[in-house]
């Protein structure tokens, strides 16, 4: 009886996190992102390259838990080789090129709408443009929740899975997350998820949609208290084939949430 009575009580006093972000109507949050990235390609386009990104995203609609964001980059830079080129560029909004950055620079003009809810994490037609010249592939990095959250209350130690996000460019590709809540430091949560790439399923097939097969590590550091994300990483491996065209990705995402 003692035992089931400590028992309980030590589930009681488990450590708890509300992993449930705070979003409001022109509530707005920027991102600065360093993405490096390796694409071998059986075409022989090798890509090899690192993106720094400034990004911001700005609440135009929020409904109970679902927030829409109107989003964006401010800035970009980016050095290597994209598609057996040499590149070395910078872009930032509302002036010349200082340096251009040859087939992306209108791809970066324009923005994307971002809708987040419990069901997940969806992204705009306007992110496709991007997407296919300097793909991403954890979206959530670009508001800063590189591991999804599970909307609702958390013990320390224990998990919560996400069925698969969708997300049509790069020829579409989808993820399924079993993350957790790995300790509770006051007012910060700091979490983590292991990432399994497919092939995205969808009532509408995406066109040219590839065969995704890949997994990959994300990890978060949460501000409970403000409701809002601080910084964290991805790493993913990813193989893509479509028709005779064969490609293995290598990607690093880390990111800081400014205030």
């Known amino acids: 009886m003692r035992t089931a009575i400590l028992a309980s009580l030590a589930l009681t006093l488990q450590a708890q996190a509300e992993l449930r972000p705070k979003f409001g109507k022109f509530d707005r949050i920027g991102v600065g992102c360093t993405v490096t990235t390796e694409l071998k390609s059986s075409n022989g386009r090798d890509s090899k390259y690192t993106l720094q990104l ?25 050095s290597g080789t994209l598609e057996g080129r040499p590149v070395d560029g910078i872009w930032r909004k509302g002036s010349s090129p200082d340096r251009r950055i040859p087939g992306v620079e209108k791809a970066i003009e324009k923005g994307w709408k971002a809708t987040l809810s419990p069901k997940g994490l969806s992204i705009g037609d306007g992110m496709v443009e991007f997407g296919d010249s300097l793909p991403i592939f954890n979206p959530g990095a670009l508001l800063g929740l590189s591991v999804p959250l599970p909307f609702g209350t958390v013990a320390e130690g224990k998990g919560w899975e996400v069925k698969d996000q969708a997300y049509s460019y790069f020829g579409g590709f989808a993820f399924k997350a079993a993350a957790s809540l790995n300790v509770l430091e006051k007012d910060t949560a700091k979490l983590s998820a292991k990432l399994t790439f497919s092939r ?4 509408v097939p995406i066109e040219g949609g590839i065969n995704v097969k890949g997994d990959g590590y994300a990890s978060l550091e949460y501000d409970v208290k403000a409701g809002r994300p601080v910084k964290g990483a991805t790493s993913v491996r990813l193989s893509l084939g479509q028709g005779g065209l064969k490609r293995e990705v290598s990607q690093v995402i880390e990111f800081e949430v400014r205030r």
């Open 54 to 78: 400034e990004l911001t995203a700005e609440v135009e609609k929020a409904e109970g838990e679902e927030a829409v964001f109107d989003c964006g980059v401010t800035s970009l830079r980016i």
């Open 200 to 203: 995205a399923e969808s009532e």
